[in-house]
């Protein structure tokens, strides 16, 4: 990828170098987070766009600069679709019977509907951590500059949320009790 | 047992996810994207209709929240111990409305920007003749065009005329001298002067809701007219709005506005004016103030004889194999929204009538292809914050005409609401039915469309109006009355309650 030097010289050409190192991980990011495949296309083109109009607002230099600023507009893109999906979700499940649930366009297993629906239940920043820490790789001070928190505090409620987590995947019963331990912390 | 990181790790690793992007967004995503970055860094439209107004919302509403604001009785009135007329600025808006010819010069200030090369300032003059039906309004437009010299796109600022004549509206183009010609019916022309009216007060920070955050604060003498000064500050997230109002009290015209803004957290800083308004109440326009003649010189992509009747239509709702649109939506005072729409499958050349059959008034919306279950309403306009508001969509009534079915929906809040915006926006929130959903991810769509707020003396006109517009059998739908909808209101709001 090439340096993106400073903000000034950010233009079309550092847009598409953007784009084209990170619109797989940003996409990739997008499905972890929703579940859907349809949906993370849709939340990818908006963020990317989001991008293209305020590149050359970016504060900070370098290319990893521009990176934490991606991944904050893409979680901010994200928490958003979430909290405007789980509302019309609310709406349609009031206006008719039928319950949908989310759908796995992806073709996962069973698995990766019970993490992901033991997820959802967390709040939007411990699910942002979450998605960042295990599956775009990120170390606790990449996550915590693009979440605008301390690593510290990243370390917490990370370490809360995944307390949480084994709550919910025991009552979801998805055979996790043979990975464990065998002692609670 | 205890899931540690490493744990979870491992969890995460054994997950089959397919987060393989499709190659076909990506490539059009890149390249729309790259599209918007080369036309312009913040347009990504060819053509945007930006007067002031606009631009000044826009700016409000990257601003944020509300914070503060003065409300005092302006809209109960003020008695003063020297005997002048009571009123407030509820009465001044009124005597606008009311009016039989409103005068608008409005002078913009426009900074330096990508279309324009320095601080500008110009005068525009509007007219709307409310007894009349007619409107002459200008706007300046931000239009991209190719330099042939450089051979990149150039963003230009060019002023658009619209004239309505009361049958034709003709749309002037000072850039390219161009003209346009529409045509309006008896029920546009209605609607359409009714919303300048609104549009005007709207932008002129004096809607509704913003009355009440007036306050007298003295007077002054401007051309021999002893006015009132009344005045509104509102603090946003980075800046101060300051808006001023000259009213004449014996008449309760309003004579000036002016607007200024500044940073907030600047004691020191100047007010900047952004917004400065002259009004004349009930003045002969010119002669061919309305004239829709084409100006000479001027190329005319079509005539009247030509000119298109446009449809009553708001908002397109195309997805895949569907058609269809909002046709229009009105507000009433309890915050219940009426909205007609339709919606068709393309593949299928004779719609279903049964789909209609046997509704009720009150009942469930029909299975059309996109079904519209749903709106939600802004919190804040400004900021774009959706409320916690939730609307119930039931069964109003259908029309039909030339073949198409419309549905009338009315969309009722799960709270007492009291409207006070005239021209509140609405999400709304459509359904794509199974049958005509292509790709079984997209349960929804949603797009934003602006409804007008009525009075219960304007429902017959507007509503009713509305649904003639769309009907061959205007009698069909005589049942339906303000004191009906209200009544049915009143009963899914209490059934919703319970």
Redesign the interface.
Known sequence: MATLESPNQLG?EA??TL??GY??RI??YC??RLF??????DV??AI??A???G??SVSGNGSDAHVRWLYAIATNHCNAYIR?HL??Q???E???QQH?SP?N?????P??TA?YGAIAQLKPTEQTI?TL???ENMEYDQIAAIIKKRPTAVRVI?HRA??K??KL??AADCG??N??????? | ?????K??????A??????R??TE??QA??K???D???ES??E?TAIRIQPVWSKIMKSRAAQGAIVTMIIIGALIGIKLLDGTPVYGMSEVVEQLRNARTIHIYNSIHYEKNQAIERNEKYVLEDWIDIEGGRTRTSAFGIIRVHNRESGKPQMIQALIEHVFDGEYQMQVNQHFKSVHFNKLSNFQKLLHTKKAVESFLDKTYLSSKELSEYVKVGQEKIDNEQLDIWQRKKLFTNSIYKTICWVKPSTCEIRYVKAWKKKKDDDKGEWKLVSDVKIEFNVTPPPNTFSTEVPEGYRHANTKDTAYESPLRSRQLPLETIEGSIVTAFTLPDGSVIMGWYSEDKNNTSPDDSIFENLEAGGDIPKLPAEI??I?SFEDKETGT?SDT?Y??RHLAYTKKEGRFYEWSIYIPDKNIVQQEALPRYRV?A?LNPETRQ??????LDRTVSSLTIRPSEFNAFVLGAMKECSDNPEAIENITYDMVSELSNKIRNSIEK
């Open positions: 079309i847009l598409e784009f084209d619109y797989d996409y990739a499905v972890h859907c495949r349809t949906a993370a296309e990818t083109s990317f766009l991008a293209a109009a590149i050359g405007k509302r019309r609310k709406l349609l009031k206006y008719q949908q759908d366009a992806a073709g996962a297993g698995d990766w993490v979450i820490r295990f599956f990370l995944l307390k987590l084994r995947l025991n996790l009790e990975r464990g331990t065998g002692h609670e912390d | 047992m205890k899931i540690d990181e744990q979870f790790e491992q969890i995460v054994g997950l089959n996810i397919d987060d992007p499709n967004h990506k995503l890149r729309k994207m790259l918007a970055c080369k860094p913040s990504t279950y749903s939600e959706l939730i119930y969509g929130l359904k790709d079984p991810n997209r349960e929804y």
